[in-house]
């Protein structure tokens, strides 16, 4: 029996409950982990509240990420074996937020002992797009890449990277966070009204690439800073970067094994900003959902 927190029906955190049910034995491409940490993500509460489909299967597991010893594994996969250390992705109808889980064997990688089970467990989605977001337009060393929304999970990984490129980067985020901003290398500019002008002051012939992770307003205000508005990635509003003239995030397989490298030789810090235990698993999403935590949310077993 494992604890797991589901969602029952798609809608706000009442919908949010334990259950303790049986895993099954793990099937092809499946590995059984033992979880020791978890990162709570914007996706679990978007799936919840029904803003990313309706094809989830009631009462659905939630968690996408997690880090743990492994106890089984299915017959065809390889180079992972009972007992190791490992980090991934949750296999489709299974959840994180749990006490035992079922990992996707092509979404796994052994965990570097460089790692925290923490730290390990907060980069496969924030890292990873991280990584992605950071890739999909090439910069050379020395041009201008403005991250909105710097603060964040997926933000102080991708100010990290840019800085690993000698990118010169810029930073939004509210006030509250600039040191941790300025730890990462970036150029603080505080979020909210006159944003542009200030980034302005910075880049006064504007920056070669915006990363939006909030959209919406925040980023209609901010990208005439862009010198090509084709240079604009989002993670968080494809429909408003599509208008302005750029493009949503292109995911890639091989993110999540990049970032962990990157992680394990120490160029970057997955920065856990708050720690809780499972049983508190409901208040780590609520503080996600607020939308201004720092860094990376996780829980811990
Ligand atoms: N497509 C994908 O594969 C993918 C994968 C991962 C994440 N995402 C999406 O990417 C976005 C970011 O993810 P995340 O994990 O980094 O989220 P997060 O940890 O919640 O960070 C979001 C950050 O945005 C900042 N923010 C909120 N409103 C802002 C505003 N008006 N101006 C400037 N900053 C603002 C917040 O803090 P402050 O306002 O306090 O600075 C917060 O630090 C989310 O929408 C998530 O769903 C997409």
Known sequence: MSTVLV????????????????????????IVVEVRAAGVNPADWKIRAGQMGDHWRLPAPMGREAAGVVTAVGVDVEGISV???????AAKGHGTFAQ???LNAKETVLKPEELSFAEAAALPVAGA???????????????????????????LLASQIGKVHEFTV???????????????????????PGAADRVREIAPDGVDLLIDLVGGQALRDIAEVVRDPQNIVT?????????????????????????IEVAQYGLVD?????????????QAIAAVEGGHTTGKVILEL
């Not at 007992?83 to 992705?89: I, S």
């Not at 930073?171 to 505080?190: D, L, M, Y």
């Not at 429909?239 to 990049?258: F, W, Y």
């Open 100 to 102: 035992h889980t079922m």
């Open 83 to 89: 007992g190791d250390e490992v980090v991934g992705l």
């Open 7 to 30: 969602f029952t029906q798609f809608g706000g955190p009442e919908t949010q409950e334990f259950i303790d049910r049986e895993l099954p034995p793990p099937g092809p491409s499946q």
């Open 129 to 155: 797009t991280a990584y992605d977001v950071t890739h999909q337009i090439e910069l050379e060393p020395g041009q201008t890449m403005l991250i909105l929304g710097a603060g964040g999970g997926v933000g």
């Open 235 to 259: 993670t968080a509003d494809p429909d408003t970067a599509e208008q302005l003239g750029g493009s949503g995030v292109n995911r890639t397989a091989e993110g999540m094994q990049k970032i």
């Open 170 to 192: 810029i930073g939004v985020a509210s006030a509250s966070k600039q040191p941790i901003v300025e730890s990462t290398g970036a150029a603080f500019v505080a979020s909210g």
């Open 270 to 282: 997955p920065h856990i900003g708050q720690r809780f235990a499972l049983a508190d698993a409901q």
